[in-house]
């Protein structure tokens, strides 16, 4: 079956180009301003991202469709030697688990099916490769709007197969290199254009390593050396690449607007509601903002005047007391070129499979908990930055985080978080960021489904005029309950239908675990029938969440991220920095009786032991940073009032069963 799936999926993409390419045979006068959004989002990135004027639209049209017949040309190319492979079951395993051999397709206890498949070798075209190859060729031939999915998928060995996704992680810095010549030509006519003088160019360009030291999508990296300095990376951006993402913007806007074009057969309006076209061009210009090296320069100031362990602004707030991150050389520093320090460290990658620790050495095993911890430092910084400061770094992957000795203290080196590549930098509006902690709360704490999704106004995910239509809130509740069912484990004999139990040992409450590949497929299942949209934040921070939590979870199976973000969410709630009246209202709901609507006390307890004992602090230290917020003061004042006043009505009670008392002896007496 799920062989099956792989040749549907490749066939798929044959399929829509083909669709694509009708719709832009229908639509060629439109084409001009397919990138309209992307200037208007984006003015401040490079004008390199506007259609050849050559031949104008005609040429443009041709342009367009000649791309089209080259991913249809690469999906066949995949797709035959896949299904070939799938159908007939004759394979060389590429494995060192397995072995090579040239038997049937044989599965044992021991061996994965799917990952057998993606192992297995086979010739298409006079080329040997294995199946998992082939897909991360396609992908490197297609260019970096497909590498994207590739990279986000490299670091979910939870959700596709192992082999397939080892095989992907070469897309995140390890792909095919252009020529070196080229690339000092291109460094050499930049830094020139850039006022740099020839005799520093000359000793740059000298002191290049013959190839590159990584090659991704958009570029690759050589280490040189600069005159004072001492030793610098240099990042070139690949020729003609811009054309390239061009071309699959046009592609992509094209196909959204077929799909949001096909009418449903049951009802009135559109089959699929959400607006596709607005999430191609929120996914595009993404891609764009990567492709603007000037733009990348900034994001890198930007980034370590928030979080570098030597100078950031929020360097102590966050875990480690900040990250390295190089300093730009920004004279150097051009469109297609960047010159930064060069950092020496290692890629924070699974040693081994986790499944046989038994065989691994011990400095095997001591290297993952080094790279476990500093993963789950990197997962704290990213709450931070998402949480906390709204300055997210949105691509986060292997490539990009490397574990670092830091020796400035002599002996007492320690390990450190170190940041490359800041292409993508999300900012995160104070509107969202509230938002997003109170859908945590809510879900854990109190489980309240509707609550979290009337705060999809809030995170900017639907229109409020449709969460304000009972008929429409009561529909996207229930659809979000199923879906929660699904992709949210909770201990025995409790789920997202039952009341919030706590954990009998601790009394605190109990965090479900998230199933990552269950959460995708609800959310598939989800877009059709609601009008979602998507924020500029959204794609960013799910991929950068999904990606820290994937290598996460390839070092520890058990590894939970909802058991990070609750904590935060929590010391977000009690806290309310910004004094929002969401985040306050929030806060009432977590603490009152759903049927009385009184504070409830045992409710506030569980709600200290929990900010306790997930944070690490004392009960005494949360009460009394509680205590120094406005909420929180509001929030005693009442519980104050709603104690004299059960004592007041406790004295009246009191009161009058002695005045019957006394009524009934007087009674007797006269009696």
Known sequence: MRFSMTIIGWSALVASTASAAFTLHQTKHH??????????????????????????????????????AEIAGV?????????????????????????????????????????????????????????????????????????????????RPDIIPKSLAESLCSLQDDMAAFDSGTAKAIIQEELLKAGVEEVRIAILLDSLSSEPIAAASVGQVYKGYLLDVGEVAIKVQRPGIRKIVEKDAALLRSMASFVESIPSPTFSGRLVNTEIKAAVDEFMSRIFEELDYTNE????????????????????????????????????????????????????????????????????VEERKENLVLIEQALQVTLSQLLEFGTLHADPHAGNLLKVRDTRNGKNSKLTLAYL????????PEQVRDGLVCAVSQLVFAKDVDAVASLFGELDLMPQEILNDPSERSALTEAL??????????????????????????????????????????????????????????????????????????????????????PYALNHILSNPTNSPVVASTLQKMVRNGDTGKIDREQIRRLLRDSALYTGYSKIRVLKDILMTKGGQDLTKEIMRQTASWYVSRVKVLLQQQRRRFSLSSTFLRL
């Open 421 to 428: 590549d800041f292409g993508l930098l999300a900012t995160i």
């Open 297 to 364: 320069t900034s994001n890198a100031k930007k980034f370590a005047d928030l979080y570098s362990h030597k100078y950031g602004s929020a360097r102590n707030a966050l875990p480690g007391n900040g990250v390295i991150v190089p300093e730009m050389m920004t004279e150097y520093c051009t469109e297609n070129v960047i010159v930064m320090e060069w950092i020496t460290g290692s890629k924070l990658t699974s040693i081994g499979d986790y499944s046989d620790d038994e065989n691994l050495t011990p400095d095997e």
């Open 75 to 155: 999906a066949f190319n995949v797709a035959v030697p896949l299904a070939t492979s799938a159908l007939f079951g004759s394979h060389k395993h590429k494995n060192k688990n397995i072995g090579h051999s040239s038997s049937p397709l044989i599965v044992t206890k021991e061996q994965d099916a799917w990952d057998i498949f993606w192992s297995s070798t086979s010739e298409w075209k006079r080329t040997q490769l294995s199946n998992a190859e082939r897909v991360v060729h396609a992908l490197e031939t297609l260019g970096p709007t497909y590498v994207k999915f590739g990279q986000a998928l490299a670091s």
């Open 31 to 68: 084409l001009s301003q397919d990138f309209s959004p992307y200037y208007a989002t984006h003015s401040h990135l490079n004008a390199a991202t506007t259609m050849p004027e050559e031949g104008g639209i005609e040429n443009d049209f041709s342009l367009l469709m000649t791309r089209t």
């Open 481 to 566: 309950t199923k879906t929660m069912e699904e992709v949210l484990i909770f201990p025995e004999g409790e789920d997202i239908r039952t009341p919030t139990q706590s954990n009998q040992a601790s009394k605190n409450t109990n965090i479900p675990t998230l199933k990552f590949d269950k959460l995708l497929d609800g959310l598939v299942r989800l877009v059709p029938r609601f009008k979602f949209q998507l924020p500029p934040y959204f794609i960013n921070n799910a991929r950068a969440l999904g990606t820290l939590e994937g290598i996460a979870r390839s070092l520890d199976p058990d590894f939970n991220a909802f058991a990070m973000m609750y």
